[in-house]
């Protein structure tokens, strides 16, 4: 019988090589997964993406964004040490199909931190301007966020592509006319909106009246209690009256002193 010397010295030294450097690769995505999570944690990014659907998400299947992407860093050494480990070996089909993995491997590891960053940034450009428009009360204004998230995923979404060889060239086109859509439809969709915003900005920059004064547009009279860049509040003894202010600028306003 052999023992076990012989045994382990029957083995071939490829095979101690590529094992070798297999557990070098899990112990150094381990490493990184750690050293990666610490960095993001130090930065403060869980508390930077709290509240996105993409970290509820996560939440709700007992992970979070961080150690999603802590995870995938790992499981990317712990690959790419397999494929230089079947390298090692020599296996002629093997070696075919690494060498064609290992070119495609890291452009899909980089599309996927892409689109998972793409959506919790989405999610995040969602909230904020969400919160900069709670105050506005125009029609459709809700819709607002809604393509703000989503332009910020369909760049995500290009560059993502790019990392995996879809031509640039197709990219950029369909990026310019996606954006150029985008404001053709804005200009139409928000049409009063944007009406207001510069009756807005006009009427913030000359000032023909502020919080507290009294005073009367067209058939509404009252008192200045909020005034940003869309709508002028307006409040009386028995309503509060919300006026878009190209309507306050289009009836023209009469100050009562």
Known sequence: MQTARELLDAVPTRI????????????????ASVLLRRVLERL????????????????DFGSSTVVILSRLTRYFV???????????????????????????????????????????VADK???????QLRGVKLERVDVVPLGAK???????????????????????????AYFFALVVLTVVAFKQMLASGAAGI???????????????????HGIVSEMDLFVTHIESDEEELILPNDKVFERGVARVR
Do not use: H, K
């Open 125 to 131: 450009v969602e909230l904020f301007v969400a919160e």
């Open 202 to 220: 006009y009427l913030l920059l000359n000032q023909p009246y502020g919080i507290g004064d009294e005073i009367r547009v067209g058939d509404a």
């Open 150 to 176: 989503y332009s910020v995923l369909y760049l995500a979404t290009l560059i993502a592509l790019s990392q995996v060889g879809v031509a640039t060239d197709a990219l950029v086109v369909s990026l310019a």
């Open 16 to 31: 101690w090589i590529a094992l070798g450097i297999v557990v070098f690769g899990v112990v150094l995505g381990y490493l």
């Open 78 to 120: 712990i690959g790419l040490a397999v494929l230089v480990a079947l390298s090692v070996l020599g296996i002629d089909y093997v070696d075919q199909l690494g060498s064609a993995i290992a070119a495609l491997f890291p452009q899909v590891f980089a599309a996927t931190i892409i689109i998972i960053v793409g959506l919790v």
């Open 44 to 59: 403060g990014v869980p508390n930077a993406i709290e509240g996105t659907s993409f970290e509820r998400t996560a939440r």
